[in-house]
């Protein structure tokens, strides 16, 4: 379940990750949902190295923490391309 459950919380994560930080993106639509599969998988390794969980479980907590590393690829991504 844990790996499903990543990707299905880094699916919402990307989506909200990009209401969050609107703008011009290339890719779009696409390479948003990949960041913020990404972003789930960082955020859940960040979040278990800090102990404040992991990306395992469908939860408001695991949300969260999908979201916030969702949003570090995704400027590190806009960093990058600028």
Do not use: C, E, H, N
């Amino acid at each position: 379940m844990g790996f499903l459950a990543w990707i299905l919380l880094g699916l919402i994560a990307g989506v909200i990750a990009k209401m969050i930080m609107p703008g011009k993106d290339p890719g779009g639509f696409f390479i948003t949902i990949l960041l913020g599969i990404a972003g789930s998988f960082v955020g859940g390794w960040v979040g278990s190295l800090i102990g404040l969980g992991t990306v395992g479980t469908l939860s408001f907590g695991s949300l969260i923490t999908a979201i916030v590393g969702a949003l570090i690829l995704l400027a590190a991504y806009r960093f990058v391309k600028k």
